[in-house]
């Protein structure tokens, strides 16, 4: 199984910070690898497809990177609405599986 | 505009099945390449894939993570559009909130989500 280790697992950080979360697979997963915002009380959502293209109603502040085991979010000039949990989820191998999240908190 | 929904108990015994529903629509689930995917994720936890459905010639079918294997079944109603959990012999670790999205198939996500359910396992 392809296990995902998201770092860190909490972040505190300012209004305006550029934040980054990276997120290391355990098996070569290609850039099959997607990242999700969850805000407390819903649902996740969609932020990212194959590592780097952003949805299409996703503000270009956030962006991915990276291929193979090594993926990272960032996120430029952290906005209010940004502070959620982030995780990321391999669709490459089964069992798909999840990152362990991190919370972005503010500072 | 797609749109998921859950439904269910939300209080299931200890041993007994969970079953949960979830209503698709503005898109037929029979249509496309989509796979149809139910997570779970405990309280203040994380998130945990269960499994996946698909149609067949989508190269489709059931697939599901080892841990719940034995336990839990996915699958479709295409007269009532609908996609369903059934995970049996429940305990107290399976209490989570349960939702179900659509998988495009092309390794690209899960979009959209429904709201969710929770759902707890208690006496």
């Known amino acids: 199984d392809v296990q995902l280790t998201q770092s860190p697992s909490f972040l505190s950080a300012s209004i305006g910070d550029t934040v980054t979360i990276t997120c290391r697979a355990s098996?070569?997963?290609?850039?099959?690898l997607a990242w999700y915002q969850q805000r407390p009380g819903m649902a996740p959502s969609l932020l990212i497809v194959?590592?780097?293209i952003l949805q299409s109603d996703v503000p270009s502040r956030f962006s991915g990177s990276g291929s193979g085991t090594q993926f990272t979010l960032t996120i430029d000039s952290l906005q209010p609405q940004d502070f959620a949990t982030y995780y990321c989820?391999?669709?490459?191998?089964?069992?798909?599986?999840f990152g362990g999240g991190t919370k972005v908190q503010i500072k | 505009q797609v749109q998921l929904q859950e439904s269910g108990p939300e209080l299931v015994k200890p041993s007994q099945t969970l079953s949960l529903t979830c209503a698709v629509s503005?898109?037929?689930?029979?249509?496309?390449?989509?796979?149809w995917n139910w997570i779970r994720q405990p309280a203040g936890k994380g998130l945990e894939w269960i499994g996946r459905?698909?149609?067949?010639?989508?190269?489709?079918?059931?697939r599901y993570t080892p841990s719940f294997e034995g336990r839990v079944t996915i699958s479709m109603d295409t007269s009532k559009n609908q996609v369903s959990l059934t995970l049996t012999s429940v305990t107290a670790a399976d209490t989570a909130t349960y939702y179900c999205?659509?998988?495009?198939?092309?390794?690209?996500?899960?979009?959209?989500w429904g709201q969710g359910i929770r759902v707890t396992v208690s006496s």
């Open positions: 999205a659509r998988g495009d198939g092309n390794y690209r996500g899960f979009d959209p």
């Open positions: 503005g898109t037929s689930i029979s249509s496309g390449t989509y796979f």
């Open positions: 459905i698909g149609r067949v010639y989508s190269g489709g079918g059931t």
């Open positions: 098996q070569d997963i290609r850039n099959s």
């Open positions: 194959l590592a780097s």
């Open positions: 989820q391999q669709l490459q191998i089964y069992p798909l599986s």
